[in-house]
């Protein structure tokens, strides 16, 4: 359906997933080819076939705090017809599920990456790494989330391991509460610290989301966020009124989408949109 009438223009996928309450096996694979276009929307990657399986097995204990424990296995892989396979990820998972619903999680995870063009892990600028070379690396980690059957539960995550031709270590928490049954916030904090050979860089980014139900019909989301990376402030909110069934009336602000810290360059935007479905 393109104007353009190209060759190689095209993409398909599919996804195939047999489970059961003690075994998931899935295969999701998709080929994007190389003009492909999508018209609206945006496509990450072309010419490129994708593959991604996975299996997890689960066992039930008859007795004790735990309701379900097993092992899963994921693999994924990017492959280009003129570099071979450009990214792949091995992922080893042991998931521990208590009968409250809190769950613990550790994974070990191998990663290949191909690059095809020059490209700067830590975004310093201080150096690239070189267009087609590759880069084999590993990371460790470790979740745990609390009752979320409760009005008040947190998230909690680390990792650690390589990053390119370096070392990575994350760690990231995240709290909610709900005052039942109006409002729901929840803050969320991640750093992440790069160690490359030429370079480093500790990166942190918070946010908060407050959603707020006045009642069945009338609703408010506010979002922020803050990124140290690039000194950014973000700050969204919607309103929706759903008037009758089907119906929806979204009144959409965003304030502040680009604010630099630095008092001699700051600078700030404020736009809206109102939308109607009838």
């Not at 490209?119 to 690396?137: I, M």
């Not at 391991?161 to 049954?181: E, H, T």
């Not at 409002?183 to 992440?192: A, C, H, K, L, P």
């Not at 480093?200 to 959603?211: F, I, N, Q, W």
């Amino acid at each position: 359906f393109d104007d353009q009438q190209t060759s190689e223009s095209y993409s398909w996928g599919g996804n195939a997933v047999y489970t059961n309450s003690k075994i998931r096996v899935t295969n999701y694979f998709s080929k994007v080819s190389e003009n492909y276009n999508p018209e609206v929307g945006f496509i990450r990657r072309k010419n490129v076939f994708f593959y991604s399986p996975s299996v997890r097995y689960l066992f039930y204990p008859e007795i004790g705090k735990v309701n379900n424990h097993g092992p899963e296995i994921d693999y994924e892989f990017y492959n280009h017809p003129r570099y071979g396979d450009t990214d792949r990820k091995l992922e080893l998972q042991y998931s521990i599920t208590l009968n409250n619903s809190s769950r613990f999680s550790f994974d070990y995870e191998k990663s290949y990456t191909f690059l095809l063009e020059k490209f700067d892990p830590t975004r310093t600028g201080v150096e690239y790494l070189p267009a087609e070379t590759d880069y084999d690396y590993s990371r460790y980690s470790v979740d745990y989330t609390s009752n979320r059957q409760k009005p008040f539960y947190f998230t909690l995550n680390s990792k650690v391991g390589g990053f390119f031709n370096g070392d990575i270590y994350s760690y990231g928490l995240s709290i909610n509460y709900r005052f039942v049954p109006h409002v729901n916030i929840d803050f969320s904090y991640n750093n992440n610290k790069i160690k490359l050979p030429y370079a480093s860089s500790d990166l942190a980014s918070y946010s908060t989301k407050v959603e707020v139900s006045f009642n069945t019909k009338l609703f408010l989301t506010t979002f922020f966020q803050y990124n140290s990376q690039i000194d950014n402030i973000n700050l969204n909110t919607r309103l929706q009124w759903n008037f009758k069934p089907l119906s929806d009336f979204d009144c959409h602000s965003a304030t502040l989408p680009k604010v630099n810290l630095l008092p001699a360059r700051t600078s700030s935007t404020i736009s809206g949109t109102t939308n109607m479905t009838l």
